[in-house]
């Protein structure tokens, strides 16, 4: 927002007094006066209180009786010149300071404009910076939270590899066992041919062949469930797997587009608060640029 401006009653009030106390009423003086204003702005100012005043009474030259009569003559008309002279320099400087006071207002006003630009321009690369660590911040969690995930998966995946491996261990074993079960019957039925003498071996053989069986059924049972059992798990694990790994990677999708967007956005801010900086510097350069008789202004205020 721009700076409020110090008022004709100011300076006008600041020249009196400067008056009074035998002073000229200089810009420099009055803004040592006043503490603060534009040295622009109180060009204008003091140049309206000027044209308000009377101006100043002219003293008679007073020379000796004897040399007035030969001298008044051309003494007036050089006086008139002189006059005339100067008074056409004062229009001139007058009518320059006024064009420059005008000049350095209306410079000091898009200054202030363009500052106020430049500012809400960092706070908003500011306030998009913040956004981009932010969306930063939420990735490098994510991606910490997915690689977690991905070491539980692992240990899934080796623990269900164990799982198959004591499956496999046990179809072994069901086949080991079928095949002593078949080596038995074989055995058995040696064995019935060699002792069908007696019907107690044949009684105990037959009551050794149904409990082998029986046995061998229960087994057989038993391993079929655990297969089933370890089968059902093994899909779920895989389900579960795949879900998560599509649902990471779509969050991860979404977040890397938010980081992008963010990035974008801070680099059209700097380009913004880049292309400022040179109009400021443009003006300044422009204001450096100024006719000798600022300078002189300046250095007499």
């Known amino acids: 927002m721009p700076r ?11 020249a009196k007094k400067l008056v009074e106390q035998g002073t000229n009423p200089t810009i420099q003086r009055i803004r040592d006066d006043l503490g603060t204003g534009s040295p622009n702005t109180i060009h204008r100012h003091l140049r309206d209180w000027k044209a308000t005043q009377a101006p100043a009474e002219r003293k008679a030259i007073q020379l000796p009786d004897a040399l007035i009569c030969a001298i008044a ?35 000091e006003s898009q200054t202030e404009l363009l500052l106020s630009q430049v500012n809400r321009l960092e706070g908003e ?33 080796q623990a269900l590899t164990q799982a198959q491996a004591r499956l496999k261990l046990f179809s072994e074993q069901r086949d080991e066992y079928y095949q002593s079960s078949m080596e038995a019957q074989r055995k058995l039925q040696v064995t019935e041919r060699l002792q069908r003498a007696t019907e107690r071996a044949k009684a105990a053989a037959e009551a050794k062949q149904a409990a082998a069986e029986h046995n061998a059924s229960d087994q057989r049972e038993a391993l079929k469930a ?76």
């Open 4 to 14: 409020p401006g110090i008022t004709y009653e100011q300076v006008a009030q600041a």
């Open 73 to 107: 003559d051309e003494i007036e008309r050089q006086v008139s010149i002189v006059r005339a002279d100067m008074e056409m320099q004062a229009q001139e400087s007058q009518h320059t300071a006024d064009t420059l006071a005008e000049i350095g207002e209306e410079l």
């Open 125 to 157: 690369r500011d306030d998009v910076v913040n956004e981009r660590d932010t969306l930063r911040a939420e990735f490098e969690r994510l991606r910490k939270a997915l690689d977690e995930e991905r070491e539980d998966a692992e240990k899934m995946r």
């Open 226 to 301: 655990e297969r089933q059992a370890r089968k059902q798990d093994a899909d779920a694990v895989r389900k579960d797997i795949a879900q998560m790994r599509n649902e990471w990677k779509e969050r991860l999708t979404v977040l890397e587009q938010s980081v992008h967007s963010a990035e974008q956005r801070a680099v059209a801010a700097e380009r913004a608060r880049s292309k400022v900086e040179i109009q400021l510097k443009a003006l300044k350069s422009q204001d450096g640029v100024r006719p000798p008789g600022k300078r002189r202004l300046n250095k007499d205020g």
